[in-house]
């Protein structure tokens, strides 16, 4: 069901710029978590120099940026292990936890988390995945830990893994759980709700009649619902009502607004794909989707004028506030904004 309203005004969120990350480049496939009341970003991508177009290097990066209420970004002199981009970051108990990506080198499984603690971040690990996992969409449910789609590896086929990990249980490691009703994906965006875990759209490939390939962008919505059985985590899903528009790689996990709706800004839609000239390349769709969780219902909020969509990037909560962090606004082109959502 869809419910267009005429008058921005009434459904429009408003955003608020913060102050830009250091590097005035920005990265695409950061991460974002907080702890003690602080603001961590890090690792990620760009194209330092040369855009892709003009033969520029694609570089992950591994340092730490922090931010206090009130104050200045600060460089941190801890860092990654290694340079690391595009994989998923939960808050829990003052951790940030780190899981998954990929680098130049390959795609990662491991899973570490921090604690800031006497100036310096303390670094926990934890059971590694599975599986080399990016590009998936993953959020805390509860102490559950849930992770969903992906790839494994530079040339991988869009997956439908769909991963648990109970931080109250963490020496039994990371489990399966019932994937999801529809296709294989990657990128695709999440959000938590009443100790629900809720899927939408992404990607994956598909061959035309030509039999080539070209980006299938989804427009499904699922809901699962974790149960635990006989000393064992599961789950039931819930298909939803389609997105009016799919979209892939937006930010996530999505905010979940006071009046029940979860935001959608920024991502690539089944035209923006279209694109394959990064020099004749529109930017990322101004459109602003709501979804309302009560009432399994589509908004269309209006086009947001005057700040550049993004796509790849963190979605977080910090002290009540969701933020968006950097991102890429054009192919090969990121930006270093922050925008808080009122």
């Known amino acids: 069901m869809l419910i267009t309203i005429k008058s921005e005004g009434q459904v429009m969120p408003v955003f608020t710029e913060l102050d830009s990350l250091p590097d005035t480049e920005g990265y695409a496939g950061m991460f974002a978590g907080v702890s003690k009341g602080r603001l961590f970003c890090f690792g990620g991508a760009n194209f330092p120099g040369k855009r892709p177009w003009e033969g520029g290097k694609k570089k992950w990066y591994k340092e730490i940026y922090m931010l206090q209420e009130g104050k200045g970004w600060l460089k941190l002199a801890d860092t990654l292990p290694s340079a690391l981009g595009y994989g998923i970051t939960v808050s829990y108990k003052n951790q940030f936890i780190v899981i998954g990506g990929n680098n130049e080198t390959g795609y990662s499984d491991k899973v570490f988390g921090y604690e800031w603690a006497g100036g310096r971040l303390k670094t926990i690990h934890y059971p590694p995945l599975p599986a080399p996992m990016a590009n998936m969409a993953g959020a805390l449910v509860g102490q559950l830990i849930i992770l969903a789609g992906g790839n494994s590896s530079a040339t991988g086929q869009a997956g439908k893994q769909f991963y648990m990990l109970d931080l109250d249980a963490i020496d039994s490691g ?80 999505l905010p979940v607004l006071e009046n029940g709706n979860l935001l959608f800004w920024g991502g690539v839609d089944a035209l923006t794909a279209l694109h394959v000239d990064p020099l004749t390349h529109p930017g990322i769709s101004a459109d602003v989707q709501l979804y309302n969780l009560n009432a399994d219902m589509w908004i269309y909020a209006g086009k947001k004028q005057g700040i550049a969509a993004p796509v790849t990037l963190p979605v977080v909560n910090w002290n009540g506030r969701w933020l968006y962090i950097s991102g890429e606004i054009k192919p090969g082109i990121r930006t270093n904004k922050i925008y808080e959502l009122k």
């Open 174 to 253: 990371w489990s399966a759980l019932p994937s999801w009703p529809g296709r294989e994906r990657m990128l695709p965006m999440c959000a938590v709700h009443n100790g629900m875990f809720y899927l939408f759209g992404g990607e994956t490939t598909e061959i035309n009649s030509l039999n080539q390939n070209y980006r299938l962008i989804l427009d499904d919505a699922y809901r699962f619902k974790p149960e635990k059985l006989n000393g064992k985590w599961t789950g039931t899903w819930t298909t939803l009502n389609p997105m009016p528009k799919g979209l892939s790689a937006a930010g996530s996990p």
